[in-house]
Nanobody, 124 residues
Framework: QVQLAESGGGLVQAGDSLRLSCAAS????????MGWFRQAPGKERDFVAT???????YYSDSVKGRFTISRDNAKNMVYLQMNNLKPEDTAVYYC??????????????????WGQGTQVTVSS
């Protein structure tokens, strides 16, 4: 069973930065894509960013230019650096692993395994 564990969330002020981490129980070098999603209260879980096995990265329009996804295959870790945070970034952030390609990277069903989430709260 693949396990993903997020950490690094917290309460910050608008304009601050946070770095989320995701520890994977599998070799991230063997995973087709690793992604981050977020879910705000009363809303659906939305795509934030993804990184493929070839290190291609994709972002939602709402975070492009502010967030950066990266991974360290030697440590089986994936990161989400979040800069210039805004109150609308408040959500539970989830790490996800997709084992195969052929699916739209923005879609939840492109990912096979999910973490439990970490809360990010941005105050104005």
């Amino acid at each position: 069973q693949v396990q993903l564990a997020e950490s690094g969330g917290g309460l910050v002020q608008a304009g601050d930065s946070l770095r989320l981490s995701c520890a994977a129980s599998i070799r991230t070098s063997n995973v087709y894509r690793m992604g981050w999603f977020r879910q705000a209260p009363g809303k659906e879980r939305d795509f934030v960013a993804t990184i493929t096995w070839s290190d291609n990265t994709y972002y939602s329009d709402s975070v492009k230019g502010r967030f950066t996804i990266s991974r360290d295959n030697a440590k089986n870790m994936v990161y989400l650096q979040m800069n210039n945070l805004k109150p609308e970034d408040t959500a539970v952030y989830y790490c996800a692993a997709g084992l195969s390609g052929g699916t739209n990277y923005c879609a939840r069903n492109a990912y096979d395994y999910w973490g439990q989430g970490t809360q990010v709260t941005v105050s104005s």
